[in-house]
């Protein structure tokens, strides 16, 4: 690379790119120069003085201009008269960094003694005890001992709730200000300052409601100290005693990828998620999560979950054995002339993909997505998608980044923050359109607005210069995000169908980080979508009239088919599962394996983190076991081996399989939790960074679509918020204020 | 409502600065909601704040920073006596004592009479001339106890 820079750090050559700050360079040598402000997802401050190291540069002959040498020919390196921070200090050609010298470990002695002079040192107390950088740092830099008066402590509040989620405990804040700099370079929520100076220095925040903002975790875990803690975890358990599993957020189009904390509960007796971590992507979440992602787990350990089968006799839903339960449904099956399966779009690929094998054998079966109005449009989000090698953190200058009819903080909280800085912080043009104002619209370039349910239309016959083929055609890469909300299926196809058109019109086809976006319901609408796609068709399940149905985690009625006889697999006793004639028991993410397919495209893989509820089956068990009740010959003892035969019958899936699934790649910067040196209670990817699967531009449309899109005539999309009111996030009791 | 009240000296103000740099007029902002209502109340920070279209958070650092804006009431006459390190070696700390012993008050208090508000406050830029303080923009330098009773027989007449 043209653009490297050579230096040494303590006596060691390093070349690292230009514009390399000194402690991360260090890194790259595993040289880990104790830091407390610094993170690397956040602008450099240089508050602390942790990080404080020597450094010299090559000496010029002020004259001749040339570096001065010594009799042995070796460079003179001018050491400046100052320890400096190794944090905002760029790396130059020809630098020596000295990191291990006495008045380096002198400076970080004394820092640590100032910082520590009204510190608490509650860690037997302290959620962050055991994954604190403060304790590690003390403990391996620290003086050992205090020359200030411990009756001169100052004393602070410890219980401060900054709004419902958050606490701050003031005594143990060290004034990094990372929280600031997250809420106010990250997030662009700036609830959070720092009030009067000096020793009296403190976080405070006028916000109203509490902590306003979607994404106040992640300040949690990246307070260096145990300042800030969660309401949903503070004083639960310590981190040594957790188990951690891997695992995929289901409840938007991000997927973003997570630890499940979890362990066994002292009052109830059973494992539960203690806590819901991200786990290093940066491909897709990098290590934030939005709130909802964060504190809804609770449902999974409900106490209403559902743990028996139960079976409709004289009317009312009575317990039975799973026997019971499947003979009776196989029989139905057996049956029926005809039979449909809606299925949910939080359901895992495998159960998708058996279900369907089940009823696709019938000659009459039909499968349904449910919510249905993603099907009007998902094969031409899937087909003219981003590319194979997509890469938001690459979007910046020269690219065109256009938001259309949808809410990304609302609907893909994630995705809002990452497309935010390839905007704000890259200089990528970013175009809103919407009939209603968003909180992209703060950094658009360009703002289109058109009456509610317009989106299509307008999309057809803007005349806007900045969308025009010239423009987008000049663009480095155009990325359309796009959503149905109170669109019609024959406008949100019409809408997608129109983007394609402008990426095929500008010649934006084909290139990794050009295509399609969508902005769809929940965490598995595309996978759910490619494998009832290429069944009897997958439009609306409501219009449906068929003898046996099988709905798998549907939660709005409205796609519930007219059916003789109906069988709910659920995890509580919804609408639907209250007037089914079976009910079975499922499992919840948590307990069981399988994978999800983000909104783009991306294979990923969870993993079981909790034993079941009571006599609850993951629902792949339950297809199966009605197949052989059936007479079918099927031996899937895993979902790895569905997946197998769900990549031989989905041709875009071909090639996947558990394995490659579950590949990582380092990370950089590294902040996992094995590796705590840039601090931060995030996990290290170890259950696979997932695979994002080719589009495939040449198909442009099914030839069942205008049956379906006639089936989907009275559909609409909601205005889907964040934080609106359902069967998961109802059941979680830190949400509930911020319910709609 | 400030921006009733005030509205052509707002307006002013405003006209300032660039139209996409509307915080920038967040002090002169507050100087005036200090005039109206004595101090920085937290509901002329949030008036202030929706007027720079900045969150009010924002607004109270910067009220929390200055030691010449207010968050409670304060007497007639506020003393700002620093304490920073030139001073204090100049017997600044010593002289806060004496003050306080005066005034019946400890730093950050209000007599009763409502009169004389006592701070303690950071860099006043004279630690050549300390124990110095502040009256309301008035600088007294090269204080001693003596010289400090007077000045406050002449602020409790005032
Ligand atoms: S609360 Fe934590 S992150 Fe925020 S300034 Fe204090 S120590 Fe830093
Ligand atoms: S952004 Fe989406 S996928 Fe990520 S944590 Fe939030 S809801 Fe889950
Ligand atoms: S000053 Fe460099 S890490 Fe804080």
Request: hydrophobic share 40%; glycine share 8%; net charge neutral.
């Amino acid at each position: 690379m043209a653009d490297l820079v050579n230096l040494t750090i303590d006596g060691k050559a390093v070349a690292v790119p230009k514009g390399t700050l000194i402690v991360d360079a260090a890194k790259t040598i595993q040289n880990d120069i104790p830091v407390f402000c610094y993170h690397p997802k956040l602008k450099p401050v240089g508050m602390c003085r942790m990080c404080l190291v020597e450094i010299g540069t090559p000496k010029m002959d002020p004259a001749t201009r040339q570096v001065v040498k010594d009799d042995k020919g070796v460079v003179v390196i001018a050491w400046q008269p100052k320890l400096n921070t190794a944090c905002t200090t760029p790396v130059s050609e020809g630098m020596a960094v000295r990191t291990q010298t006495t008045v380096v470990s002198d400076a970080r002695e004394d820092v640590l003694e100032f910082l520590l002079t009204s510190h608490p040192l509650d860690c037997p107390i302290c959620d962050k005890g055991g994954e604190c950088p403060l304790q590690n740092l003390t403990l391996e830099h620290g003086p050992g001992n205090s020359r200030f008066e411990y009756e001169n402590k100052q004393h602070n509040a410890k219980h401060v709730p900054l709004g419902d989620l958050i606490y701050l405990d003031r005594e143990r804040c060290i004034q990094c200000s990372r929280c600031i700099r997250f809420q106010d370079d990250i997030a662009d929520d700036h609830v959070l300052q720092f009030h009067e100076r000096g020793r009296h220095m403190e976080i405070i925040t006028l916000s109203e409601p509490g902590f306003d903002s979607y994404f106040s975790g992640n300040t949690s875990d990246i307070c260096p100290v145990g300042a800030l803690t969660t309401a949903d975890f503070r004083f639960k358990a310590r981190p040594w005693e957790l188990g951690s599993s891997p695992s995929v957020c289901n409840h938007c189009a991000v997927g973003c990828n997570t630890t499940l904390n979890t362990r066994l509960d002292t009052k109830t007796g059973i494992n539960e998620i203690k806590r819901v971590m991200p786990r290093q992507n940066e491909q897709v979440n990098e290590i934030w999560l939005c709130d909802k992602g964060r504190f809804v787990h609770h449902y999974t350990r409900a106490g209403d979950r559902l743990q028996k089968p139960l079976i409709r006799q004289n009317g009312q839903l009575v317990e039975t054995t799973w026997e019971r339960a499947l003979d009776l449904v196989s029989s139905k099956l057996l049956g029926a002339s005809s039979v449909a399966a809606v299925i949910g779009d939080r359901i895992a690929n495998e159960d998708a993909h058996l279900l369907t094998k089940l009823v696709n054998s019938n000659a009459k079966g039909e499968t349904r997505l449910s919510p249905a109005l993603p099907a009007s449009y998902a094969d031409l989000a899937r087909d003219y998608g981003v590319g194979v090698g997509f890469d938001m953190k690459q979007l910046g200058k020269g690219d065109v980044i256009v938001v259309v009819n949808g809410d990304v903080e609302e609907q893909a909280p994630v995705w809002f923050l990452r497309l935010r800085q390839a905007v704000v912080d890259r200089g990528a043009k970013l175009i809103v359109s919407n009939h209603r104002g968003t909180k992209l619209h703060r950094y658009a370039a360009h703002i289109a607005r058109y009456e509610q349910g317009m989106a299509a239309q307008w999309a057809a016959q803007t005349d806007d210069a900045a969308l025009s083929t010239e423009e987008l055609t000049k663009a480095r890469n155009v990325l359309f995000v796009f959503g149905d909300e109170k669109l019609d299926a024959v406008s949100a196809r019409g809408l997608a169908q129109i983007l394609v058109g402008k990426l095929v019109a500008a010649g934006q086809i084909g290139k990794p980080n050009s295509g399609l976006l969508p902005l769809y319901p929940h965490g598995n609408t595309q996978g759910v979508f490619d494998i009832v796609a290429g069944t009897r068709h997958s439009g609306n399940p409501g219009v449906l009239s068929v003898d046996v149905a099988w709905l798998v985690g549907v939660g709005d009625t409205s796609d519930a088919p007219k059916a003789r006889f109906s069988v709910v697999s659920e995890l509580f006793m919804t609408a639907l599962a209250s007037v089914a004639d079976v009910v079975l028991p499922a499992l919840s993410f948590a307990e069981r394996e399988g994978t999800y397919t983000s909104g783009d495209r991306r294979v990923q893989r969870f993993y079981r983190a909790l034993p079941a509820v009571g006599q609850a089956k993951p629902d792949w068990w339950a297809v199966q076991e009605v197949a052989r009740r059936m007479g079918f010959v099927w031996n899937f003892a895993s979902p790895a081996q569905i997946f197998t035969d769900l990549a031989a019958n989905v041709s875009y899936y071909s090639g996947l399989g558990y394995e490659v699934l579950a590949k990582t790649e380092s990370q950089w910067p590294p902040v996992g939790r094995d590796d705590l040196y840039y601090g931060g209670t995030g996990y290290e990817n170890d259950g696979g960074i997932g695979v994002r699967y080719a589009s495939n531009p040449s198909v442009i449309s099914a030839p069942t679509l205008p049956k379906m899109i006639t089936s989907m005539s009275d559909l609409k999309g909601p205005a889907r918020k964040l934080y609106q009111t359902g069967e998961l996030i109802k059941r979680s009791d830190v949400m509930q204020t911020h319910i709609e | 409502m400030l921006k009733d009240k005030y509205k052509d000296r707002i307006a002013a103000i405003f006209a300032k600065y660039p139209p996409e740099r509307k915080r920038s007029a967040v002090m002169p902002l507050l100087d005036i909601a200090q005039e109206e209502y004595g101090y920085c109340t937290e509901e002329a920070m949030r008036e202030v704040a929706e007027l720079c279209g900045i969150d009010p958070t924002e607004v109270k650092s910067v009220v929390g920073f200055y030691t010449m804006y207010y968050e409670k009431k304060v007497g007639k006459y506020v003393i700002d006596v620093c304490d920073d390190l030139p001073c204090v070696l100049r017997g600044a700390d010593k002289f806060v004592n004496y003050c306080e012993q005066k005034l019946g008050i400890k730093a950050g208090e209000t007599t009763p009479d409502g009169k004389i508000t006592l701070n303690v406050v950071m860099c006043l830029a004279a630690c050549d001339r300390a124990p110095m303080c502040q009256v309301n923009t008035a600088y007294h330098y090269d204080l001693t106890p003596d010289k400090f009773d007077k000045l406050v027989i002449e602020l409790k007449k005032g």
